[in-house]
């Protein structure tokens, strides 16, 4: 429904572990068959998917990974399925898990102390207003499935509403557990604030003890990495490799307009984007402007980067270090979904974000004019 690639973040796996450290997951769930595959994949970076096979009933996992970490597990190979997947916070350790099954529904945990805030934050999906969002989203899907754009659009104006009243009560749980790690979590994705000075409020309003996480950590950093790419601001320098594995540097195009434009081959909002920026650097590429590319393809996929790059006719500079979400330039600049880009005047200061179709094409012939 939205033109963007995003992060998915479904029923979310949150990890955490001190260096080099083992946090141990124990499934416990009813129905569980043997032989079914169970994998667990860090959200937060392109780290790899673990997986193990489940004996009857049960199943156990363990990671390693940076403090307060957020994965995905899911039971199954349906992505789909409803109650596949589930929330975790970890720390080294054991927490067990346990379930109806035969997926993971009405899951309870035990272990380490968080594991109380967990039970909490579980139990706030079977207040009605959740029930009520949940109802409402999956009949967004299905009326999206079909095609009912009558019915999608009278849903959506009802979604809103729900989601505010869901919001209230995450705010509330926060309130009541501002040194749990968890209150992170719940701050960077349930609440999502697109007012960054309002996250930074609640940010610091957290005790010492719910900020020494990696979600928290990471919040930090998309605090002060909108700070330092607001409009008005001078974009943040970057050198990266173009095709050719020639460093590229971004202070190599002062004198001109530049639009920084993050996108990769396997984004298909991003490839039907592209014939607008081609028709704007065609228009304007005589004009003082040019357009410097920033894929964020996936390991050895540097052929899948070029191809795309002449399928589409992308006849400017491109840079990666094929690093998929991970790529030094995205983490820089803290972007989370693409298609996205940032326009910069001759000097390097950022005059306009995340320009689309012709509003590209209308802020070109406005500052060029």
Not at 173 to 181: C, E, F, R, T, Y
Request: net charge positive.
């Amino acid at each position: 429904m939205k033109n963007t690639i995003k992060l998915l973040l479904p029923a979310l796996v949150m990890s955490a572990t001190a260096a080099n450290a083992q946090a141990i997951i124990e499934g416990k769930i009813k129905g569980l068959e043997a032989g079914t595959k169970v994998y667990m994949q860090p959200l937060t970076s392109s780290g790899k998917v673990d997986s193990t096979e489940a004996t009857a009933g049960a199943f156990s996992l363990q990671a390693s990974a940076e403090t307060g970490d957020i994965y995905l597990l899911r039971v199954g190979k349906d992505r789909t399925a409803e109650n596949g997947s589930l929330l975790f916070y970890l720390e080294p350790g054991k927490l067990q898990v346990t379930g109806n099954g035969p997926l993971l529904k009405d899951i309870t945990y035990k272990g380490p102390a968080y594991a109380a805030d967990l039970n909490s934050l579980n139990a706030l999906s079977k207040l009605p207003v959740f029930k009520e969002k949940s109802a409402l989203s999956k009949q967004m899907n299905e009326a999206y499935k079909v095609k009912d754009t009558v019915l999608l659009a009278k849903l959506q104006k009802d979604y809103p509403k729900l989601d505010s009243s869901a919001n209230l009560v995450y705010e509330a749980w926060i309130d009541k557990h501002k040194g749990s790690p968890l209150s992170a979590f719940v701050l960077s994705f349930y609440l999502r604030y697109r007012d960054m000075e309002k996250l930074e409020a609640r940010y610091k309003e957290l005790e010492p003890s719910a900020k020494k996480n990696a979600v928290a950590k990471k919040m930090q950093h998309s605090i002060d990495a909108a700070k330092a790419t607001a409009i008005g601001k001078l974009a943040p320098e970057f050198t990266q490799n173009d095709t050719l594995g020639k460093p590229v540097a971004l202070k190599d195009l002062r004198g001109k307009y530049v639009l920084i434009d993050f996108w990769a081959s396997w984004c298909v909002p991003c490839r039907h984007e592209n014939p607008a920026v081609v028709k704007a650097f065609n228009e304007y590429k005589d004009k003082n402007f040019t357009v410097l590319g920033v894929s964020l393809d996936r390991p050895d996929d540097k052929d899948k980067w070029i191809k795309a790059i002449h399928d589409d006719g992308l006849t400017w500079t491109h840079v990666s270090d094929l690093n998929w979400w991970d790529n030094a330039v995205s983490r820089l600049y803290d972007i989370r979904s693409i298609p996205a880009n940032y326009l910069l005047d001759p000097e390097g200061k950022i005059v306009a974000k995340n320009l689309r179709g012709e509003d590209l094409e209308k802020k070109l012939a406005e500052v060029l004019k």
